[in-house]
């Protein structure tokens, strides 16, 4: 079992930045690919990036390519998420997501473990 905690959110101006960090326990997540995701109110949860085990591999979402940069820290066994040039739409709880498998995905229903997420507010 994996236990996913996010944090990072709160309230920001449109243009401004947030990180958002996920820290994992439970077991190391060294070989598991990760994501974020989100849901606004009124909408499915969306993906947002992804990032393979090692890093080598990275997928945004078209909405957040330029903007948002994922990584990740094995180490320290922490998923993070930088966020640039925030924009009234990306308003939403953010969640980070794991899965039992070493393959990545951008797919909500191919990840095993969630967090109860972080919420995200950008102000115009």
């Known amino acids: 079992q994996v236990q996913l905690v996010e944090s990072g959110g709160g309230l920001v101006q449109a243009g401004g930045s947030l990180r958002l960090s996920c820290l994992a326990s439970?077991?190391?997540?060294?070989?598991?690919?990760m994501g974020w995701f989100r849901q606004a109110p009124g909408k499915e949860r969306e993906f947002v990036a992804a990032?393979?085990?090692?890093?080598?591999?990275?997928r945004y979402a078209d909405s957040v390519k330029g903007r948002f940069t994922i990584s990740r820290d094995n180490a320290k066994n922490t998923l993070y998420l930088r966020m640039d040039n925030l924009k009234p739409e990306d308003t939403a709880i953010y969640y980070c997501a794991a899965r039992g498998s070493s393959v990545m995905a951008v797919t909500t229903t191919k990840y095993d473990y969630w967090g109860q997420g972080t919420r995200v507010t950008v102000s115009s």
């Open positions: 990032i393979s085990w090692g890093g080598a591999t990275i």
């Open positions: 439970g077991r190391p997540i060294s070989s598991s690919p």
